[in-house]
C-alpha cells in the first residue's frame, strides 16, 4: 500500500488535514484548483473516529460530495491532535521498567533539579515553590546494570576516545533484571545507558537479552532503547524522551491506527499521516513517534511559513487563539524557530520543537473571581463544552463574548448549535458582575480588556525578547477565537501588517496539509576543533561527520521505503549541533550541503556556525579561539507530498456586494453600545473594503473590526486590518 498518492495522479487529487483540538476537531479539504472548505466537529476524546467522520462529512458536504467520495480521491490525509499530551497529562499510559547504567536508578527521581518547569515567573523564582514532576515509572521499576562505555572529554587524545568500553556489559545483570520487571508486570521495558548517544552497542546488546527473557517468559513486553529513540547527549532530557515514547506514543499510535482505520473503510488507499513536533509529516510506523507530541500547533507555524512564501514576507508572529489556550510563534526570515530541547507537562525532552510561547487564555477558559475579589482566567477549560451558553456549568470567555453581542448565539457552527445568551448574561452577572459591584455588561467589558491586553503583553515579549522589532514583522491571527480577539491583543503594536484567512479556524489543519513528508535523524558526537588544529585532525573530524551521514542516509532509506515511499524521489537537508569549547548549549546550524570531504568542509562548516551565531548573540560574543566542540550530526530526509495552494484573484470593488450584508446588531463594544454591521464572509469579493464598527461571520469564526478600523481583501482572499 502506497503512504502518498503518486504525484499527479488525477484520480487522487484532493488533500485532507485535520486538527483534533480540545473543543473541536477542523478539517481541511483542499480541491484540485487549490481552494479550501472547512469542517468542523465537537472533538470526542473518547471516540476520536467520530470526530474525524463527522468534520471530514461536515467539509464533503460542503461542495457535494460524500465522505466516501473523498476518501477514495485523497492523495494525502494528516491527521494531528492532542492525544499524546493528554496520555502525559492524565498518567494513563503504558506500565514502564527501566534499565539504566548501575549508579544512576535515581535518574527518574531527580530528572536534572528542574523543579520549576511549567511554573509562571513568579513561581520559578521561589526555590520553596518548586516540585518534582511525577515521574513516570515507578522507581522500584528501575533497576541497574554493570556497563560503562566511555565518552570522551575536551583534554581529547590525552583521555581515552569515546566510544571506548570501559566496563564490559553484565549480561547476567540484564537477564535478572528483565525477569524482575515480567514479574512486575511492566508492559514496556526502556533501557538507558550513560553513554549510548556515543556508541549504542551495549544497549543494543541489552535489548537482545531482555527479548529473549520476554520469549522464554511467553509474554508480550515492548523493548525500546534511548538510541534508538534520542541518541543525544544529556542523559536526563534523553530518558525523558525514552519514557515519553513508552509511556504514551505506543499507546497513542493505537488510537491513530484506529481513525486510519476509519479512513480506509471509507476508501482511502494510502496511510494516515501525523506532525512532527518540529514540523513535517510521517505515518504511524515512524520509530521515534513521541516526536509527534504537539502536532496540533505546528501546523499553524507550517502555514505561516506557506503564507510567508506566497506573500513574500519574511517574518511573521503568529497568534492562535483556540478553546484552550493563547499560542504565539515567529517565523524569522521564513524559516520556523526550532528549539533545541522542549518543555512539555514538566518534563523536559531530548526533542527539537517549534519554538512557541503560551497562555491559559483561550475561548473555553474559565473566569472566576476568588475570595480576595481577584479575576481570573483560566486554566480550566470548557473544551467542547464551550461555557455556560452550552452544556458547561461554569462562566467561560465565550459566554462573555455572547453576552456582549460579539458572537451570534444562533450562528455557532454555521446555525448547527444554539447557545443561551441569557444563561451567559445571568452567569456572567452572578459570577462576576456581583461580587465586584459592577453593572454586567461593565464587568464583561473589563474583563475582555483584560484578557486581551494579557494576550497583548505575550506578542510583545515574544517579539522583544528575540532582540527584533514589531515594525518588521506581520502578524497573523487565526484559531476559532483569534479573530474575535483580535482587535484587542493587537492593539497598540505597530506591526507592518496585521492579517488573517478566510479559514482561520481551521489554520492549524492548513498547515498540516501544507507540510513536508519528513524524518529527522540525530548521531551524537563528541567531536572536538581545537583552535589550530592541524590538517590532519580536521579529516578525521570530516571523515566521521560524513561517515554519520551516509549512515543516517541509508536508515532514511530503508525505513521510508518500508513505508512505501520510492527511494528516488528522498532528498537530504544536512546540519550539525556546535558550541564553543566551554559553552552548556549547542546550536543547530544548517549547511548547504552534505559534502564533508576534508578541512575546507571543516573550515565551511565553522563559518556556517559563526554565521548563525551572529544571528542570535553580538558579533562581539564570537570566541572562536576557544575551539569548536560538535555534539550532534543530523539529517532530515524528505519525500513529495501533495501541497495545496492559493488561487490569485482578479480584484473587485473596494465596495462590497448587498448580498453579503446580514444584518445591523448591538455590541457592548469597551464601555458603550454600538451598532455594528454584519456580513458573510462566503460573500466577500477580493478588493472589498468592510470598515468598523462590523463584524464578519463565518460558521466555524467571527471578525470583529471596531470603529475606524477597516478589513481588506487582496487577491488571495487574505485579509488586511488597518
Not at 514589531?470 to 491571527?477: G, I, R, V
Not at 579561539?625 to 519525500?639: F, M, Q
Amino acid at each position: 500500500m502506497s503512504t502518498i498518492a503518486p504525484k499527479g495522479d488525477a484520480d487522487q487529487d484532493l488533500i485532507l488535514a485535520l486538527d483534533a483540538g480540545g473543543t473541536m476537531t477542523d478539517a481541511i479539504l483542499v480541491k484540485p484548483d487549490g481552494t479550501f472548505t472547512v469542517g468542523k466537529s465537537i472533538s470526542r476524546k473518547d471516540d476520536q473516529q467520530k470526530s474525524y467522520r463527522d468534520s471530514v462529512a461536515d467539509a464533503a458536504q460542503s461542495i457535494g460530495l460524500t465522505s466516501e467520495t473523498v476518501h477514495s480521491r485523497l492523495a494525502a490525509d494528516v491527521y494531528c491532535g492532542t492525544g499524546m499530551l493528554n496520555t502525559i497529562l492524565t498518567g494513563d499510559g503504558r506500565k514502564i521498567g527501566l534499565i539504566v547504567t548501575r549508579g544512576f536508578e535515581d535518574l527518574t527521581v531527580m530528572e536534572g533539579g528542574l523543579t520549576y518547569l511549567g511554573q509562571s515567573q513568579a513561581e520559578a523564582l521561589h526555590q520553596q515553590l518548586h516540585k518534582h514532576t511525577t515521574p513516570l515509572v515507578d522507581p522500584k521499576n528501575v533497576l541497574g546494570v554493570s556497563e560503562r562505555i566511555g565518552g570522551g572529554c575536551y583534554l581529547g587524545e590525552i583521555h581515552l576516545p569515546a566510544g571506548h568500553v570501559l566496563i564490559p556489559l553484565n549480561e547476567e545483570q540484564v537477564r535478572t533484571a528483565t525477569k524482575k520487571l515480567i514479574a512486575e508486570e511492566c508492559e514496556v521495558i526502556g533501557i538507558l545507558f550513560l553513554y549510548s548517544f556515543v556508541d549504542p552497542r551495549h544497549e543494543h546488546q541489552a535489548k537482545l537479552i531482555a527479548e529473549d527473557e520476554i520469549k522464554k517468559a511467553g509474554t508480550s513486553v515492548s523493548v525500546v532503547c534511548s538510541a534508538d529513540i534520542a541518541p543525544v547527549a544529556k542523559e536526563n532530557s534523553r530518558l525523558k524522551s525514552l519514557m515519553f515514547q513508552c509511556f504514551a506514543a505506543e499507546q497513542v499510535k493505537e488510537s491513530l491506527l484506529d481513525v486510519e482505520k476509519s479512513a480506509q473503510e471509507l476508501g482511502f488507499q494510502g496511510r494516515l499521516l501525523t506532525l512532527l513536533s518540529y514540523g513535517g509529516a510521517v505515518n504511524m510506523d515512524y520509530t521515534r513517534l513521541y516526536e509527534t507530541m504537539i502536532s496540533g500547533p505546528v501546523g499553524g507555524l507550517i502555514g505561516a511559513q506557506f503564507l510567508a512564501n506566497v506573500l513574500d514576507l519574511d517574518n511573521i508572529v503568529t497568534a492562535d487563539m483556540g478553546g484552550t489556550s493563547f499560542d504565539v510563534g515567529l517565523i524569522i526570515d521564513r524559516r520556523i524557530n526550532i528549539a533545541k530541547s522542549a518543555d512539555i507537562a514538566g518534563h523536559r525532552l531530548a526533542l527539537p520543537m517549534v519554538e512557541l510561547d503560551s497562555a491559559g487564555q483561550g475561548a473555553g477558559s474559565v473566569v472566576w473571581v476568588d475570595e480576595y475579589k481577584r479575576l481570573h482566567v483560566g486554566p480550566d477549560s470548557a473544551g467542547a463544552k464551550v461555557g455556560i451558553c452550552l452544556n458547561y456549568d461554569k462562566l467561560t470567555v465565550t459566554d462573555i463574548n455572547v453576552a456582549l453581542g460579539y458572537v451570534d448565539p444562533n450562528y455557532f457552527l454555521g446555525g448547527q448549535v444554539s447557545l443561551d445568551r441569557e444563561k451567559a448574561l445571568k452567569a456572567l452577572k452572578e459570577t462576576v458582575a456581583d461580587p465586584l459591584g459592577l453593572d454586567v455588561y461593565e464587568a464583561g467589558a473589563g474583563l475582555l480588556a483584560m484578557i486581551n491586553e494579557e494576550m497583548n503583553d505575550l506578542l510583545r515579549t515574544m517579539v522583544a525578547s528575540k532582540g527584533y522589532d514589531t515594525h518588521d514583522f506581520t502578524m497573523l491571527y487565526y484559531g476559532g477565537a483569534g479573530p474575535v480577539h483580535m482587535y484587542g491583543f493587537a492593539e497598540g503594536i505597530e506591526f507592518k501588517d496585521v492579517i488573517t484567512v478566510p479559514w482561520a479556524a481551521g489554520f492549524s489543519a492548513f498547515g498540516a496539509a501544507c507540510a513536508e513528508y519528513m524524518h529527522r535523524y540525530d548521531r551524537g558526537t563528541r567531536a572536538l576543533i581545537p583552535n589550530g588544529s592541524s590538517d590532519e585532525h580536521l579529516q578525521s573530524v570530516a571523515d566521521e561527520i560524513s561517515q554519520a551521514w551516509r549512515d543516517l542516509e541509508k536508515e532514511a532509506f530503508t525505513q521510508m521505503k518500508a513505508e512505501g515511499i520510492d527511494p528516488d524521489t528522498i532528498t537530504f537537508r544536512y546540519a550539525v549541533s556546535a558550541r564553543y569549547m566551554g559553552q552548556i548549549e549547542s546550536f543547530n546550524t544548517a549547511l548547504s550541503s552534505g559534502r564533508m570531504n576534508g578541512p575546507a568542509d571543516i573550515q565551511n562548516l565553522i563559518e556556517a556556525y559563526e554565521d548563525m551565531y551572529a544571528k542570535v548573540y553580538p558579533e562581539g560574543a564570537k570566541f572562536g579561539a576557544a575551539g569548536y566542540s560538535l555534539t550532534d550530526i543530523h539529517l532530515e530526509a524528505i519525500a513529495d507530498k501533495p501541497q495545496p495552494h492559493l488561487i490569485k484573484h482578479e480584484l473587485t470593488s473596494e465596495v462590497p456586494q448587498q448580498n453579503a450584508f446580514v444584518e445591523a446588531r448591538q455590541v457592548y463594544h469597551k464601555d458603550k453600545w454600538v451598532e455594528f454591521n454584519v456580513w458573510e464572509m462566503a460573500e466577500l469579493l477580493p478588493g472589498n473594503v468592510v470598515k468598523g464598527p462590523s463584524i464578519i461571520r463565518d460558521p466555524m469564526t467571527t471578525v470583529v473590526i471596531p470603529p475606524d478600523k477597516q478589513m481588506r481583501l487582496d487577491e488571495y482572499l487574505i485579509l488586511h486590518y488597518s
